[in-house]
């Protein structure tokens, strides 16, 4: 008899553990677990995980490389928007999960799978991304999600685990970490709260350097492309190498408070050094070399568009059209901008672009005027102002207002 396939979203944490063994052992499937890389693992970190799953009976583990992809779809496309979510938030965790559900489902039909699993509660933001994105690109292979439908608590969990032998450290941690090349998520018991920061203990990068230093971030047409005197292959190393000298000064914490897909509010820490730092940075050279208007689209585009994909939204096709805007808008964002790293803190000191739109030679702002004339200014004034003041003429208002104020 020939067992049917399940593919198998593994993290190696205690959901997908208790998944991994539920499904074959509760449910007959023939197991496949896939790991998505993300960003968030060490070498040694994947090989404990591999054990680990062939430890519960899986019948493959493959690990899934998708740093470059998840750059490519969504990474880009912040920094091009610029998107902070609350003009705090860059989106760490909501787009890393959407690329690992998109690789999960590409997998899953490589493998011929009959069904896909996930680990997923049902009281967060995940259980929606994942879903719908199975829902859209594997239509026909049916979505089991244990823990949620069973409404497990972890002691549960735990009990279930160890009536199968398996041994593993159940101690919860105290805090719930998701480390990804664009940010690492931290919640805790004071995120639970409305009042409480975080204890600096919470933070995976505690900080080890106090001496301030200098960086300069080269960009290429809205991309990361260089640091300092180097040009990388990728802009996935440019941002993990930003993160490695910029990370050790605890820049980029912040805690984020905001709207689930579910309805309720959520508040979340983080840290996110070279994202932080990009962003602000990609931000500073466009205010040099964009026009004002293309600047005012882009906030607006994409602000819903980060919002969007927070929502678990990528497949949207209107997230494709505000892609070619937001790429459209980038053919002059080249050059290089200056930041100083400090602790807890950094600074855009400046930028060097050929395409800087504040050349002298147009004038200095308050200082000298070089391309127009005082007639020019006087002719302008009286006709960009025109309609206001026939406005006011017209209806006696501006006299009353005054008054008012």
């Known amino acids: 008899m020939v067992m049917k396939k399940v593919l198998l979203a593994f993290s190696g944490g205690l959901d997908t553990s208790y998944c991994a063994i539920y499904l074959s052992q509760e449910l007959g499937l023939e197991v496949y677990a896939a790991l998505v890389d993300t960003g968030g693992f ?50 760490s965790v909501s787009a890393e999960r959407v690329t690992q559900a ?14 896909v699993a996930h680990g997923s509660t049902g009281a967060g933001n995940d259980q929606v991304r994942f879903d719908m994105v199975f829902q859209a690109i594997i239509p026909d292979v049916e979505i089991i999600t244990p823990i949620r439908d069973m409404k497990l ?13 398996v041994e593993m450290d159940f101690t919860k941690a105290q ?4 480390k990804g090349i664009w940010g690492t998520s931290v919640g805790g018991k004071e995120t639970l709260t409305s009042h409480l920061p975080l204890p600096e203990s919470a933070y995976p990068t505690q900080i080890t350097k106090q001496e301030a230093e200098r960086v300069t971030i080269v960009f290429k047409n809205g991309e990361p492309v260089g640091l300092n005197d180097e040009i990388f292959e990728s802009p996935v190393q440019v941002i993990q ?12 914490r ?4 905001g709207d689930t897909i579910i309805g309720i509010k959520g508040r979340v820490g983080f840290e996110a050094a070279a994202p932080m730092v990009i962003i602000k940075a990609h931000h500073t050279l466009e205010k040099h070399t964009l026009t004002k208007w293309q600047l005012y689209w882009k906030d607006q585009l994409a602000t819903w568009y980060g919002n969007w994909l927070h929502e678990g939204q990528l497949l949207d096709p209107t997230m494709r059209n ?33 395409h800087d739109l504040m050349s002298d030679k147009f004038g200095s702002y308050g200082e000298m005027n070089r391309a127009w004339t005082a007639d020019d200014v006087k002719g302008f004034t009286k006709i960009f102002g025109n309609q206001t003041k026939l406005y006011h003429n017209v209806n006696n208002t501006t006299a009353a207002w005054a008054t008012e104020k």
């Open 42 to 91: 060490s070498a040694e970190e994947i090989q404990e995980i591999e054990r680990r799953a062939y430890s519960l009976g899986v019948k493959q583990f493959t690990h899934l490389d998708e740093k470059e992809s998840y750059y490519k779809s969504c990474i880009k496309y912040m920094i091009f928007g610029n998107v902070l979510k609350n003009n705090t938030y860059p989106l």
């Open 102 to 115: 998109l690789s999960i489902a590409n997998f899953a039909k490589s493998i011929g799978a009959d069904y």
């Open 153 to 165: 608590s972890r002691e549960e969990e735990i009990e279930y685990l160890r009536k199968y032998g």
């Open 175 to 178: 805090y719930s970490i998701n």
């Open 241 to 252: 190498r930003l993160q490695e000298i910029a990370g050790p000064f605890a820049i980029g």
């Open 254 to 257: 912040d805690i984020h408070v």
């Open 322 to 354: 505000i892609e070619a805007f937001l790429e459209s808008t980038q053919q002059t964002v080249t050059g290089k901008v200056h930041v100083l790293l400090a602790p807890y803190r950094f600074q855009v000191e400046g930028i060097e672009s050929e």
